[in-house]
């Protein structure tokens, strides 16, 4: 891939043109670190307003009151009650907004930047309590921090709402706290070992069974809930007294412990590893040269994880920007996004573009686990994912293509690198739809 | 292609091997099993396998109530009145059709199972397990995968993504609902022919086509849940030119709180699904095993939110009508404090390669040295699973 393309396709969302970066393409990427184009939340519900929308929800699931309207379609709660529709209202208000903003942002890479970590700290609403939180956490956590530091963005990611209810620390209670002891309750550990495995070591960095307890007991009082009107609080009756001993170093007891323990995590060398590892397999190949790797692992050591300059090193990096690495199978949200980037269309169509997107393998707002979504070609490359995506392009193909010309948006948008093969088939096609699904379908969209 | 006899799969195939093997003695056994052959008769044998991901809680779903630790380990919470499967083990309420197979003597309980792995985290534990490797990240294709490569045999996932399990066969198909039938006959054409030059998108779409021409046209409207996917499995399974061996996997055992409220319902749906498949297989249920397997199990002691953290020691349950079943299988290690692993986890006994051994043998048939590839290093296999 020439460089101009890399920048469009691999490191963005894919630009309709190459012409306004082919003179230098490097420019225009880093340009977009110094400039990020801001996401409009305007008007978006907070996270203590989403946390009522759920509770409403759970609520009524759990009270169900006679339907005025028996005709309505029961769904899997019980029925599409007024909360179930506002749920479903605000979810999809917030996600046509944010497709708004990735299909017509002008720096790209700045956003798909955002969407790396908003995976990385993943939150889903695979579960009652998260079900309008997912998209509020990536916009007041991870949106706000992701040019920041990263402890940060680490300390803000896992302090949302969203996240202390899906990894279950709003319940955690210390044994020896006074709520510990008046009631039967105690430790819930899921959050301090995905805090240390997922979020910032890495499994196999060399902690044990024990650091996952302590950390677990450090993190007791950080909740949400009724008692806090869905707004994250220290609560000191729920906190686990004492000191704690993580990874050797000795921690106070009491909030400010927090702080201290995600400073030394996010400053340990295989937080940095693992962050660098991730973000060169994301950005530039499944399996990424170990030089490019260090070289990143050692900016984020030295700028003590500043984000915005970890994205510098990367971008301005000459292993990144080599044209002979396998390229990535894109996820399939990616794709979605890219088509209309090259069509220069607005999702118009919410509901079917998110059963599209799901249909391909990739149901919005509820990963899998908090591992988030896979990032390998081969997790993705499937023959149902190719068969889901082909029906996909020849959708669009009938949707979109009354004013397109399949072999001009392609020549436009991939210039060199469009295959002799694929701007055959395109030109054969027997009507402008075919043509436009063979576009959408090809190697060349598909892949990045 | 002179011969308009040969389907265009045979074309995909030829595309999807490349000019290079068309003239390697592979070709004509490939354009076979593509073409004409298909009239061969495939195996009887069929596997299913179930993969339960997030952990299931073996002790939920199995409960050791006759231990002499039962109560100080998991008295403290509700208990839902289990069924009986003996004097020490019972079985959750919610699987009242797996505890009627027990009884008829179709299935087993395989306890105290799990991997060689001992950490804790969901995603090393499942890469070992479908791997196969004997630590995670050892291997990265499938021990299925290898398997059905060994032996010709083709399989399908019932899922978007290709599951590792399954990785590294030529043979595998994925597969989930649709609501769109491909309108124009020309489009996989033109596709297929613009992939030429890429090998992965190739291969993928060439299985996706032959699925779609022979064996495994679905249902429309089947819904995208477990059951219904179970189901559809059955269907495949049926088909006299199906596969033989499919895949299922479900998500959301990772139960950190509310765990008695979440398996009440989760169990329930697990046992509603099989039941599903085992109805769709119909008279194929005879010739059928099916392996129920986690990736670990969790605490034996409850967490602080009527939950239970990642743990070790799980169970897994083979069904089917050749299984001589009614058996809970477990070298029961005990609940004791001291018989516990690291005092939290119940201490598995039993390797869950031990378990995968026997069923890959007798659906492949494959000899020692390939079952080396297949699970390089297993040695132990679980006895007594069959009855025929």
Sequence with gaps: MHA??????????????????????????????????????????????????????????????????NSQALDALGGMTSARQLLRKTNLHVLSKRWQHMTQTPTPVAERWVQ?????????????????????????????????????????????????????????????SIAGRRREKGLNENLARELLELHTMGVNAGYTQDDVTQTAKLLTGWTVGQN????????????????????????????????????DLARHPACAHFMATKLCRHFVTDTPPAALVQSIAAHFRHTDGDLKAVAMALFSHDLAWREDHPPKFKRPEECLISAHRLMQKTVSNMEASVYWVQSMGQALARAPSPQGWPDLSADWLSPDAVLKRIQWAERYGEMYSKDLDARDLMQQAFGPNLSTSTAQTIARAESGALALAFALASPEHLRR | MTNP??????????????????????????????????????????????????ALDGLAAV??????????????AETPTALALDNTFGMHPGLAHLHRWYQNKELSVVHAVASSYRERSHFDAQQQLESGGDRPFALSTG??????????????????????????????????????????????????????????????????????????????????????????????????????????????????????????????????????????????????????????????????????????????????????????????????????????????????????????????????????????????????????
């Design chain 2, 143 to 388: 021990w299925l995968g290898r398997a059905l490569q060994a032996s010709k045999h083709s399989a399908v996932a019932l899922s978007a993504a290709m599951p590792l399990a399954l990785r590294g066969a030529d043979r595998a198909m994925t597969w989930t609902p649709s609501r769109r039938p491909n309108k124009s006959p020309d489009l996989l054409e033109g596709m297929a022919n613009m992939y030429a030059n890429d090998m992965a998108l190739t291969t993928a779409l060439a299985q996706a086509m032959e699925q779609q021409d022979k064996s495994m046209r679905a249902e429309p409207s089947a819904g995208a849940g477990l059951s219904a996917l179970a189901k559809q499995a059955g269907n495949f399974l049926s088909a006299p030119l199906g596969p033989r061996v499919a895949w299922l996997e479900v998500g959301g055992w990772d139960t950190h709180s509310q765990q008695t409220a979440r398996l009440s319902r989760m169990l329930p749906a697990l046992d509603e699904a099989l039941a599903g498949l085992r109805e769709s297989l119909s008279v194929h249920w005879a010739t059928t095993t099916v392996l129920v397997m986690t990736e670990f199990g969790r605490s034996a002691v409850w967490n602080g939110t009527q939950g239970t953290d990642h743990g070790t020691g799980g169970v897994a349950f083979l069904a089917g009508g050749q299984i001589d079943g009614g058996r809970v299988l477990t070298d029961w290690p005990g609940l004791g404090h001291r018989h516990m692993l690291d005092g939290r986890d119940l201490r598995p006994t039993q390797d869950i390669r031990a378990v995968i051994l026997p069923l890959v043998q007798r659906q492949f048939g494959l000899g020692s040295s390939a079952m080396q590839s297949v699970l390089p290093g297993a040695t132990a296999s679980l006895d007594n699973v069959w009855r025929v």
């Design chain 1, 228 to 263: 806090t009107a869905g707004l994250t609080r220290f609560v000191d009756n729920l906190h686990q007294p004492g000191k704690k001993t993580i990874l050797g170093n000795i921690y106070p007891e009491g909030p400010q412990a927090l702080d201290l323990l995600l400073t």
């Design chain 1, 116 to 176: 790396f970590w908003a995976n990385h700290f993943c939150v889903a609403a695979t579960k009652g309590t998260t079900l309008a939180l997912v998209w509020p956490h990536e916009y007041e956590a991870i949106r706000p921090h992701a040019m920041g530091h990263f402890k940060d963005l680490l300390r803000a990611a896992i302090l949302h709402p969203g996240m202390l209810l899906y990894l279950d620390n709003a319940q955690s209670i210390g044994p020896q």
């Design chain 1, 4 to 69: 101009s393309n890399l920048a469009s396709h691999r490191f963005g969302y894919s630009e309709p043109s190459l012409h306004k970066l082919a003179h230098d393409p490097r420019s225009w990427v880093l340009a977009q670190f110094q400039s990020p184009a801001e996401f409009d939340s305007q008007g978006l519900i907070d996270g203590a307003k989403a946390w009522q929308i759920t509770r409403d929800v759970l609520q009524a699931a759990l009270n169900p009151s006679p339907s005025p309207d």
């Design chain 2, 63 to 76: 409960p050791a109530w006759g231990d002499p630790a039962w109560a100080s380990v998991r008295g403290r």
């Design chain 2, 5 to 54: 006899n040969l389907s265009r799969r045979a074309h995909l195939h030829q595309l999807a091997l490349g000019a290079g093997l068309a003239f390697s003695g592979l070709m004509p056994a490939r354009l076979a099993m593509a073409g004409q052959a298909d009239q061969k008769p495939a195996t009887e044998q069929r596997l299913v396998v179930v993969l339960l991901r997030g």
